[in-house]
């Protein structure tokens, strides 16, 4: 079975930094574009960054340019998420994810179970 395992959230002061890490298992995503994504308390969920599948293409949501950066070890099958001068409005559940389309395609097919960061003031 496929999954897409989040690590690396929590609680953090603002302008304070997390790194989280996405693990998938079950296959290897090195050919996949892969996401971060986040639903804030009761709003929908958004698209934070895409990355292409060679590390070489990547696409920020405005609120997040400058402050995020996506990268990605295909040796190690593993996608991280730098968030530094993280804001209160960050605060959401984050959600790694993989599509074997192009990077913006808007259909993501595998999800992971989502990390909590929650920004203090």
């Known amino acids: 079975q496929v999954q897409l395992v989040e690590s690396g959230g929590g609680l953090v002061q603002a302008g304070g930094s997390l790194r989280l890490s996405c693990a998938p298992s079950?296959?290897?995503?090195?050919?996949?574009?892969m996401g971060w994504f986040r639903q804030p308390p009761g709003k929908g969920r958004e698209r934070v960054a895409v990355i292409n599948w060679s590390g070489l293409r990547t696409y920020y949501a405005d609120p997040v340019k400058g402050r995020f950066t996506i990268s990605r070890d295909n040796a190690k099958n593993t996608v991280y998420l730098q968030m530094n001068s993280l804001k209160p409005e960050d605060t959401a559940v984050y959600y790694c994810a993989a599509t074997p389309r192009g990077v913006l395609d808007p259909q993501y097919d595998y999800w992971g179970q989502g990390t909590q960061v929650t920004v203090s003031s």
């Open positions: 079950g296959r290897t995503f090195s050919t996949y574009a």
